[in-house]
């Protein structure tokens, strides 16, 4: 029974996560034009990636301003990690697909719960769709000008 038991077990073809093997990582470095859904709308910013082997650095450029980011990809899935600073900084994580040119998946407040919204105070932050598109030829909607205030007073 023991040696059935051993034959089939040698027989079986494993997938390679139940080997211990990371499958080979998608290529990401370079530029992407990012758009992310959030409570009031779209933020819409660059990507900058470097790539070294599985791991993944690089920048978020928003409005002029830019942010580290580190990750790591195995095969087409992507996962990495944006701290915003400020007086309440945050960290927001991003997991996705990648597939060919384009990127896309949900982000979420690193270690999920509560984040602080503004002038809403704390509240739940839901998981938020994110897609990303390799290049920059075309404009994305100019992520160097912050936009319009969108405070609810009449003037």
């Known amino acids: 029974m023991l040696v059935a038991a051993a034959w089939f077990a040698g027989s079986a073809q494993a997938h390679p996560h139940d080997r211990g093997q990371m499958l080979k990582p998608a290529k990401v470095a370079g530029k992407w034009r990012m758009a992310w859904d959030v409570r009031f709308g779209t933020v819409r910013g660059i990507l900058v990636l ?85 290049g920059l030829k075309q404009p994305n909607n100019t992520p160097d000008k912050r936009p319009a205030d969108d405070d609810d007073d009449d003037r």
């Open 50 to 134: 470097k790539q070294s082997g599985a791991g993944v650095t690089g920048t978020f450029l928003e409005y002029g301003k830019r942010y580290p980011l580190s990750g790591s990809i195995e095969g087409r899935s992507i996962a990495f990690e944006i701290p915003f600073s400020g007086p309440r900084p945050y960290t927001i994580e991003f997991k996705g697909t990648i597939d060919g040119t384009k990127m896309n998946g949900t982000s979420g407040l690193k270690g999920g719960g509560r984040g602080f919204l503004g002038h809403a105070g704390e509240v739940d932050e839901p998981q938020r769709p994110w897609t990303a598109t390799r």
